[in-house]
C-alpha cells in the first residue's frame, strides 16, 4: 500500500535523519491564507473517531512505538537545567530504552530523534551526544513569550548555531497572528529562518494562545511560506499544549502546501503527549492525513519529557508479557 | 512480519475482534432459532440459514414465519396489551430502563454479532449502532415515565406491526421498539431475514429484564412473514422501514383498515458544499456519508453536489481521501468497509454501476478482500441530474457527484428527486446554511457534520421517503391516539327538490380556484335544496381535471409558506372580521340548508369565528423545539408546513367544518384544497365571498364542490398534493389511503368517525401536528 519513497533514509534503521530537502519557501499568498478555514466541530469529530477507527496490536503496537521513540525530542526546558542533568538527559536519548528489551525487540541501535535544550546547554549536549548522530535542538527567540528585543531574539539564534544546534526551536509573535497582521509574521519567520543558516527551523506557533483553529490553519500557512522546516504546536508553557484538533489543522495545512509547492514541511506536536497510546493516535493520524511520509524524525518529532518512560513500560510488558514498573527503566 | 521490518513500512496490522463469545451465544441456542412469541422461544420450523457476508460462513438458522406464527404472536401481542397499557407510566419507564441497561451491559456481545451478521465493522456496530439504540431505550424510559403527564388525551394504539431492515438490525428494532412499548402498546416484529440476530439476542434481554410476556413477540422470516404481520386483522399500527417500494405496497394493502401507518423508506440525499466550506472536513464528512455501513443507509448523503469553482479541487482531494480507507473484515477494528449485505445486494449495486454511462467513474485503488461481500468505495463524477444514477438509490458505497454555481441552483438540485429524507451542507457562512437548511425538501437536515443521529431528535423524511418521524416527543406521538374516538358519521343527506319556490336573481356558486371564482371543467351543476325542499342555489361538478386546477394554483402560492406567523395571524383574523359582519347572512344559509333552529346556525357562526381566532393565535405560537441532543450545539425541530394540502369537509357542520380544516392549515402556510361537504356546499361557497375580501392571497385556499367518491381518487393520487385529509361521510378513507400510495403523500382520513366539530378538543394540536413536518436541523458549532 506504501508508495512513498524513502529518498532520505539511507542508514541504518532507527538512525535519524535530518536530511529532507529544506522548504525553500515562498512569496506571501494572503488569498490562500485568507481563504483558509478549519470546522472546529468537524474536525473535533474526526479527532474523536479516528483513536476507534485506526489501533495497532502485538507486534505492530511494539514496532510503532519504537517508532514513535525515534521521533522524540527528548526535552528539558526547566530553569534549574545543569550541564549534569543534560548530560544525563543524553545518556538516555542515546539509549532510550533498555538494552535487552531492545535486542529483543530487533532494534539495538534504537536512539530518541533529538535533544532539545535551551541556548545556555546547547555545548553540554553537543559534547555529549558527540559521534551518536544525534542532533541537538535549542529554544530560540526568547522562549517561550518571544517578547524579548527583536534583534537580540535573531541573535541568539545565531548564538545557538554556532554553539552546535542543528534545530532550532524558534516561537513566533502570537500578537502578529491575534492582530491579522500576517505580514509581519511572514517578515519574522523569514528573518528567523535566515539566522538558522543550515540549522533547520520548527516554528512554534504557541496554538493555545492563538485563540481560534482558523487563527492556527492561517499562521501554519504563513510560516511555511516564509520557510520553516517544521511547523510545532506548542512551547509545553501554554495552558493548552499540543491537542488532536490543532494537530489535524496543522497537518492539513502541510498536506495543502505540498500539494502546492511540492515541499514536505515537518510536524512537531509538543507538550501534554505522555502516554504510548497517545503517540500511537498521533502516528496514526499522520498516516492517515499526511502518509507514510511523516512517519519519520526527519519530518515528524513528538516534543516530550515523559512520553519515553511510558513506551520503555508498554515495550517491556510486549517483550516479558508482564506489566513493568518504572523504577525497572532508567531515568532521564 | 518482524519487529524491524513493521518499524520500516509501518503498517496497521491484523486487529481482530474476538468473537468467540458471540459463537457461544449461538452455540447456546444450538444453532437454530424459534421466534419469540409470549415470552418464550419457539421450537425453530422451516428454516433458512443467516450468513457472515465477509466469509459466507453460515451463522445459524432462522424459522420461516408461517401465517400461524404471526397469529401466534399477534395473539400473545394482544393478551399482553390490556396490562401492559395499564401500567403507570413510571412502571413501564422501569422496564424500558432495565432493556437499557441491558443492553449496556451485553453490548459488545450485541456489536459482534450485529458485525457478524451484517458485516458493517466493529467499529460502527461497537461506537455507533450499539450505544445509539442503547440511548433510545434510555430516552424513551423518560418519555414512558412524562407520558401521562405530559400528552393527556391520549392513549395506545393497541398491537403494533414493526417490520425493519437489515442495514441497522438492532439499532431500527431500538426505534421501533422503544417508543411502542413507551407509549403502552406491545409489538411483533419483523428483522430483516438476513440479520435476525440481534434481534433475537434482544429476545433473550427481554426475558432476562423480566419484561411481562407478549409485550414484546418477534418473529423472524422474509417478506411474506412481514406480509402476513401487515395484513393481520389484529394489527393496529403498522411501522415499516426500508425501501420506498415495499413501503407504497404496505401503503396500498394497509388502505381503509383503520390501522395506523409511519413509513421510514428511500432516499438519494443531497449533499452540497458551498466554496466557502472547510474543505477537508467536508471530504471526511463524506466518508461518513457514504461510506458509512458500507452506503448502505437510507439517509446516506449519496449525491454530492459542489460548487462548481471548486469542483476540481474537491475532486481530487477526495479521491486520495478514499485511497486511505480500508476494507476488509469487518471484525478487524482497523477497518472503515465492510462487507455489502449480501450477494444479491452486491449484484444490484454491481449491475447499477455498470450499467451507468455517464460520467467519469473512480473506485478507490485499494486492497479489497479476495473473498466474501465486498464493493470499492466509488465515485461518479460529473453526472447531471438527467442521469439515472442522480436520481436512483444505489444504497452502496456509491457516490455521485455535480455541479451547482450558485446557492439558488443548489436548493433547486438538492430538491429535484422524488426523495426528501435528509439533506447535509457545508459552509462557514451562517446566513447561508441558516438560509438555505428550511428549503430543503427533506426530515433532516445536517450543517456541517452528516448522518448525526439522537433518540432526542426526529428523524423522517417528506415525498417519497414515507412520513412519520422517530424519535422525540413527535416519534411518541406516532404510537398514540386521542382518547375520544369520535362518533361514526352519518351520510351526506341532499335534499329533493320541493315544488318551485324560487325567488330572486339566480345565484350560482362557482368554485373558488387561485383566488378567482371558477366554473366547472365539466360544465355540469346541481341544484342545492333546502331541507323542505326550496331550491337554494346551484353548485358546480367538479371532476379530475378541477382538481388540477385547484391543485396547480395552490403550488403556485408557494409563498404562502414563506410569510410570517404574524402575517398569517392577521389575515385570519380579517377572514373572522368580515365572516362576523355578515353572521346573520351565514347562519341563515346553514339554517336554510339543514332545517336546524336558528339558535344552532348562529352557534356554529360563532364558533367558527373563535376557531378562526384560535388559529390566528396559534400561527405564531406552534413553536418548533431546541432538542437536548448531546453534542455542542443546536438540533432545532422546525414546523414547516406540509405543502398543498387536499380536505374533503364533513357534513356535520356546513360552515364550521371547512373553517376547521382551512384554519389550522392556512395558519400554518400550507395551502388547501377544499372538497365542501356535499349536503351544504352552500356555505362553503359563500365563505369564498369572504375571503376574497380579506386579503388572503389567491391559491392558498382553493373551494371545489361534487361528489366526494369521484373526487377522493384523483386528489388522493395526484402527485403534487402533500398531504390529503378526509372527514367525508363517504366511505373514502380506503381510498384516499390507497391512492397515496403512489407518491407516498402523508394522509389523515376519518376512517368513518369525526370529532364534535362543535367541542374544543378538536381545536388544537392534532390539527396543526397534521398540518406541519417536524423538519430537524442539526447545527454542531464551535470556533
Known amino acids: ?157 545565531e548564538e545557538s548555531v554556532k554553539a552546535g544546534a542543528e534545530e532550532i526551536d524558534i516561537v513566533i509573535s502570537r500578537r502578529h497572528v491575534l492582530t491579522g497582521n500576517w505580514q509581519a509574521l511572514y517578515e519574522e519567520m523569514k528573518d528567523f529562518r535566515a539566522a538558522c543558516g543550515e540549522a533547520h527551523v520548527k516554528a512554534i506557533l504557541a496554538t493555545g494562545e492563538l485563540g481560534t483553529l482558523r487563527n492556527v490553519a492561517r499562521a501554519s500557512l504563513v510560516c511555511m511560506m516564509a520557510g520553516a522546516d517544521f511547523i510545532k504546536t506548542s512551547t509545553g508553557k501554554e495552558s493548552v499544549n499540543a491537542t488532536l484538533p490543532v494537530s489535524l489543522v496543522m497537518i492539513r495545512a502541510i498536506r495543502a502546501y505540498q500539494q502546492v509547492t511540492g515541499t514536505r514541511v515537518g510536524y512537531k506536536p509538543a507538550g501534554g503527549i505522555s502516554k504510548a497510546k497517545d503517540s500511537l493516535v498521533y502516528l496514526s493520524l499522520m498516516k492517515e492525513e499526511l502518509g507514510d511520509r511523516w512517519l519519520r524524525p526527519d519530518l515528524f518529532r513528538f516534543g516530550a519529557s515523559s512520553l519515553l518512560g511510558d513506551i520503555e513500560r508498554q515495550l517491556e510488558h510486549h517483550v516479558s508479557g508482564a506489566y513493568s514498573a518504572s523504577w525497572r527503566h532508567a531515568m532521564a | 512480519m518482524t519487529i524491524p521490518e513493521i518499524f520500516e513500512t509501518m503498517e496497521y496490522g491484523p486487529a481482530m475482534e474476538d468473537a468467540s463469545e458471540a459463537h457461544a451465544w449461538i452455540a447456546k441456542h444450538e444453532g437454530r432459532f424459534g421466534h419469540f412469541i409470549g415470552g418464550a422461544f419457539t421450537a425453530a420450523g422451516e428454516s433458512f440459514a443467516t450468513r457472515n457476508p465477509a466469509t459466507g460462513e453460515d451463522l445459524a438458522h432462522i424459522t420461516q414465519g408461517t401465517q400461524a406464527d404471526v397469529n401466534a404472536a399477534v395473539d400473545a401481542a394482544a393478551k399482553a396489551f390490556p396490562r401492559w397499557s395499564k401500567l403507570s407510566g413510571h412502571q413501564r419507564a422501569r422496564h424500558l430502563y432495565a432493556l437499557a441497561r441491558l443492553l449496556q451491559k451485553h453490548s459488545r456481545l450485541f456489536a459482534v454479532l450485529e458485525t457478524m451478521d451484517n458485516g458493517k465493522p466493529i467499529r460502527e456496530s461497537r461506537d455507533i449502532d450499539i450505544p445509539l439504540a442503547q440511548r ?38 431500538a426505534w421501533k421498539v422503544a417508543p411502542a412499548l413507551a407509549a403502552g402498546n406491545t409489538v411483533v416484529l419483523k428483522p430483516a431475514e438476513y440479520t435476525s440476530l440481534t434481534a433475537l439476542l434482544f429476545a433473550d434481554i427481554c426475558r432476562e429484564a423480566g419484561l411481562p410476556k407478549g409485550v414484546v413477540n418477534i418473529v423472524t422470516g422474509d417478506g411474506a412473514t412481514g406480509a402476513a404481520l401487515v395484513d393481520h386483522p389484529g394489527v393496529a399500527k403498522v411501522a415499516f422501514t426500508g425501501s420506498t417500494e415495499v413501503g407504497g405496497k404496505i401503503r396500498e394493502a394497509t388502505a381503509g383498515s383503520g390501522k395506523a401507518l409511519t413509513l421510514e423508506l428511500g432516499g438519494k440525499s443531497p449533499y452540497i458544499v458551498f466554496d466557502d466550506a472547510d474543505i477537508d472536513s467536508a471530504i471526511e464528512g463524506l466518508v461518513d456519508a457514504i461510506w458509512f455501513n458500507q452506503g448502505q443507509v437510507c439517509c446516506a448523503g449519496s449525491r454530492l453536489l459542489v460548487q462548481e469553482n471548486i469542483a476540481e479541487d474537491f475532486h481530487a482531494r477526495l479521491k486520495a481521501r478514499m485511497a486511505n480507507l480500508r476494507a476488509g473484515d469487518p471484525l478487524d477494528k482497523c477497518i472503515d468497509i465492510g462487507a455489502v449485505v449480501d450477494p444479491v445486494q452486491h449484484a444490484q449495486i454491481s449491475r447499477m454501476v455498470s450499467e451507468n454511462t455517464a460520467g467519469e467513474t473512480y473506485h478507490a485503488p485499494i486492497d479489497m478482500p479476495s473473498t466474501g461481500c465486498f464493493y470499492p468505495p466509488t465515485l461518479i463524477t460529473g453526472l447531471e441530474p438527467a442521469d439515472r444514477l442522480m436520481q436512483e438509490e444505489i444504497f452502496g458505497p456509491v457516490l455521485v457527484s455535480s455541479t451547482f454555481r450558485t446557492p439558488g441552483e443548489a436548493v433547486a438540485l438538492a430538491n429535484n428527486t422524488r426523495y ?75 335534499h329533493a327538490p320541493g315544488e318551485a319556490d324560487f325567488e330572486g336573481i339566480d345565484r350560482t356558486a362557482k368554485f373558488y380556484v387561485g383566488g378567482k371564482q371558477a366554473r366547472p371543467d365539466g360544465g355540469y351543476s346541481r341544484p342545492v335544496h333546502g331541507h323542505r325542499g326550496a331550491l337554494l342555489g346551484h353548485v358546480g361538478i367538479a371532476n379530475r381535471k378541477d382538481i388540477r386546477n385547484a391543485v396547480e394554483a395552490a403550488q403556485k402560492a408557494a409563498g404562502w409558506g414563506k410569510t410570517t406567523g404574524h402575517l398569517r395571524a392577521q389575515i385570519l383574523y380579517y377572514i373572522a372580521e368580515n365572516l362576523g359582519a355578515r353572521a346573520g347572512e351565514f347562519a341563515d344559509r346553514i339554517r336554510a340548508q339543514t332545517g336546524r333552529s336558528a339558535a344552532s346556525a348562529r352557534e356554529e357562526v360563532e364558533i367558527a369565528l373563535s376557531r378562526l381566532f384560535s388559529y390566528a393565535a396559534w400561527a405564531d405560537k406552534f413553536d418548533g423545539a431546541a432538542k437536548s441532543v448531546p453534542i455542542r450545539g443546536v438540533a432545532l425541530a422546525m414546523n414547516e408546513p406540509v405543502g398543498v394540502i387536499g380536505a374533503f369537509c364533513p357534513e356535520e357542520a356546513p360552515l364550521l367544518g371547512p373553517v376547521s380544516l382551512l384554519a389550522p392549515a392556512v395558519a400554518m402556510g400550507n395551502r388547501i384544497v377544499l372538497v365542501a361537504g356535499e349536503s351544504a356546499p352552500l356555505s362553503a361557497t359563500d365563505l369564498y365571498q369572504v375571503l376574497d375580501t380579506s386579503d388572503v392571497p389567491g391559491g392558498v385556499v382553493n373551494i371545489l364542490t361534487g361528489s366526494h367518491s369521484e373526487l377522493a381518487k384523483p386528489l388522493a393520487t395526484h402527485m403534487d398534493v402533500d398531504a390529503v385529509w378526509s372527514f367525508s361521510s363517504a366511505d373514502i378513507s380506503g381510498v384516499i389511503e390507497a391512492g397515496s400510495a403512489g407518491s407516498l403523500k402523508r394522509t389523515w382520513v376519518n376512517n368513518g368517525r369525526n370529532p364534535d366539530w362543535f367541542g374544543a378538543t378538536v381545536e388544537g394540536k392534532a390539527f396543526l401536528r397534521a398540518a406541519t413536518e417536524v423538519k430537524t436541523i442539526w447545527v454542531p458549532y464551535g470556533e
Not at chain 1, 532520505?8 to 538512525?15: I, K, M, Q, S, Y
Not at chain 1, 533529538?114 to 553537543?126: D, T
Not at chain 2, 388525551?153 to 403494533?160: A, D, K
Open chain 1, 1 to 157: 500500500m506504501t508508495q512513498t519513497t524513502l529518498e532520505t533514509t539511507t542508514v541504518a534503521a532507527g538512525l535519524p535523519q535530518v536530511s529532507h530537502p529544506r522548504n525553500p519557501g515562498m512569496a506571501l499568498d494572503m488569498d490562500w491564507v485568507m481563504g483558509a478555514q478549519a470546522n472546529t466541530s468537524a474536525i473535533e469529530r474526526r479527532c474523536a473517531t479516528l483513536p476507534g477507527r485506526r489501533t495497532v496490536k502485538k507486534e505492530y503496537q511494539a514496532a510503532w512505538l519504537a517508532r514513535a521513540i525515534s521521533c522524540i525530542d527528548l526535552t528539558t526546558l526547566a530553569g534549574d537545567d545543569t550541564p549534569g542533568r543534560v548530560k544525563r538527559l543524553c545518556a538516555k536519548a542515546m539509549q532510550p530504552v533498555r538494552a535487552d528489551l531492545l535486542e529483543a525487540l530487533g532494534l539495538p541501535d534504537l536512539t530518541t530523534g533529538a535533544v532539545c535544550v535551551y541556548h545556555e546547554m546547547v555545548p553540554y549536549a553537543v559534547e555529549a551526544l558527540a559521534g551518536s548522530g544525534i542532533p541537538v535542538a535549542a529554544v530560540s527567540t526568547g522562549f517561550p513569550a518571544g517578547l524579548s528585543p527583536y534583534p537580540l531574539r535573531v541573535k541568539e539564534i
Open chain 2, 136 to 173: 433510545h431505550f434510555y430516552y424513551h424510559a423518560g418519555l414512558a415515565q412524562l407520558r401521562d403527564s405530559e400528552l393527556p388525551g391520549h392513549q395506545p394504539l393497541g398491537v403494533c406491526g414493526q417490520v425493519i431492515p437489515w442495514n441497522f438490525p438492532l439499532l431500527m428494532l
Open chain 2, 420 to 494: 426528501g429524507l435528509a439533506a447535509t451542507l457545508w459552509t462557514e457562512n451562517v446566513n447561508l446554511a441558516l438560509d438555505v437548511a428550511p428549503t430543503l425538501a427533506a426530515g433532516v437536515v445536517w450543517v456541517n457534520a452528516t448522518n448525526l443521529f439522537d433518540a432526542a431528535a426526529g428523524f423522517g423524511g417528506v415525498r417519497e421517503s414515507g412520513f412519520g418521524r422517530e424519535g422525540g416527543w413527535e416519534g411518541l406521538l406516532a404510537y398514540l391516539k386521542p382518547a375520544d374516538a369520535g362518533k361514526p358519521v352519518k351520510p351526506a343527506k341532499v
